[in-house]
């Protein structure tokens, strides 16, 4: 089994996703208000929940790094999921983002993308990371831009239309600005 980092911001914690983690979990993705710019858009039953968990974690044994729990650190509180995500199929190596309703718009997605870009360029060999976010979404959109991702491309991706931002390795970024 792969160990999962923990990773410490001023306010969340980033750690595995467990079973301790369901009922918050599966409450969440029950959620139309949640569901709406994930997937399908649709609201998710205990069973495809139990589901959706499951692959969670198991991406980390697959691809070595995946989604982690968001928890606040003063009181340990699940908030949403926030990490890294390529299963097959899928265009690059993508951030993604979900906090429960009651989370949003206090920074905690800004705070949390940041520090998983920061594993991304201290701890991977990615050239670049991109965020596929639901054209509509402007509350992501506006994550995506504070953590630096250029809208590169609009894409057709299950269904859906997405603006694709990405976000390149600093070192990248730097040769691409001069170029």
């Not at 069973?47 to 499951?54: G, I, V």
Request: with cysteine; net charge negative; glycine share 10%.
């Amino acid at each position: 089994m792969i160990d999962v980092p923990v990773i410490e911001t001023a306010r969340l914690r980033l750690t595995a996703l467990a079973e301790r983690h369901f009922d918050d979990y599966a409450a969440m993705l029950a959620d139309p208000a949640s569901t709406r710019w994930i997937g399908d858009g649709q609201p998710l039953d205990r069973t495809n929940a139990w589901r959706s968990l499951a692959m969670l974690i198991g991406h980390w044994q697959l691809r070595g790094y995946g989604m982690w729990a968001l928890e606040l650190k003063d009181t340990g509180e699940f908030i949403g999921r926030a990490g890294l995500m390529c299963p097959e199929g899928w265009p690059d190596l993508e951030l993604g983002w979900m906090l429960k309703p009651d989370f949003r718009h206090h920074g905690y997605a800004t705070e949390a993308g940041g520090a998983i870009l920061d594993f991304v360029w201290h701890s991977m060999t990615a050239p670049r990371v991109i965020s596929l976010v639901k054209i509509g979404n402007e509350a992501s959109d506006r994550v995506a831009e504070r953590l630096g991702g250029e809208h590169i491309e609009d894409m057709d991706f299950f269904g859906a239309h997405n603006h694709v931002f990405a976000y390149y390795r600093p070192c990248l970024e730097k040769r691409r600005a001069s170029a």
